[in-house]
């Protein structure tokens, strides 16, 4: 990669999270952490409105926007294998959020990309092994986790076919045997409580923000199930 090339990444890169460390573009790009004070300094040079925070690292000024980019060949074909995935993963909201995405992206290439595009995607397949569990409801727990707000649910217990209502505060999303998993604080039972995407009946965003629990690490949760 060329450094012209490089710096046109690092800027996406910057643009791609609130705060960029310079660990994280040197780890990146597999260059030396002077390096990237030099890339940043360019990019500040040619009025790039890039500002740092001691200790935390490089951000960019609300406001400032890339032109619309042209993808990589290579790029557009990770894209097929990006879309297998999420036609098998169940959740209907998912997908339907990719679809649009996709279309909003496709739109970008030029013609033989797009042709080589639809050359791939049917040609690629995914051997799902067992049923598709069918949900609807991981982008709103998504919008529930980012804004910190409560949802209402009602819930059919697979265990004891109890149906509830229950207000929670969702926390992360983790995806195994085929089924989405919300790990939330449950008020109707005063802790975290693990509740299937599919067996939720009904979603409403409340707006409330959370009351219960302030801190929440994923990492630690699992750990915890193995000490």
Not at 102 to 108: E, F, M
Request: one cysteine or more; proline letters at 2%; a positive charge.
């Amino acid at each position: 990669m060329n450094r012209l090339t490089r710096i046109t990444a690092i800027l996406m890169q910057l643009q791609s999270k609130k705060i960029v460390t310079a660990k994280e573009i040197a780890e990146r790009f597999e260059i030396s952490l002077r390096t990237v004070y030099r890339d940043v300094k360019t990019l500040q040079d040619a009025g790039v409105p890039i500002s740092s925070e001691n200790g935390v690292g490089y951000f960019i000024v609300d406001g400032y926007r890339l032109p619309p980019i042209s993808l990589t060949e290579e790029e557009a074909n990770s894209l097929i294998i990006s879309e297998t995935f999420i036609k098998k993963q169940g959740d209907k909201s998912l997908s339907k959020n990719f679809n649009s995405l996709l279309i909003k992206i496709k739109s970008t290439l030029k013609n033989f990309q797009k042709e080589n595009v639809e050359l791939l995607s049917s040609r690629t397949l995914n051997f799902h092994k067992g049923d598709i569990i069918e949900s609807n409801w991981l982008s709103d727990i998504q919008n529930a986790i980012s804004s910190k707000t409560q949802a209402s649910i009602t819930y059919n217990s697979l265990y004891k076919e109890e149906l509830t209502k229950r207000n929670i505060e969702p926390q992360a999303v983790y995806f195994t045997n085929n089924v989405w998993i919300v790990i939330a604080f449950c008020h109707l039972r005063d802790e975290l409580r693990e509740f299937r995407l599919d067996r939720i009946s009904h979603l409403n965003n409340t707006l409330i923000p959370f009351e219960k629990l302030k801190h929440f690490n994923l990492q630690e949760y699992f750990e915890s199930f193995q000490a």
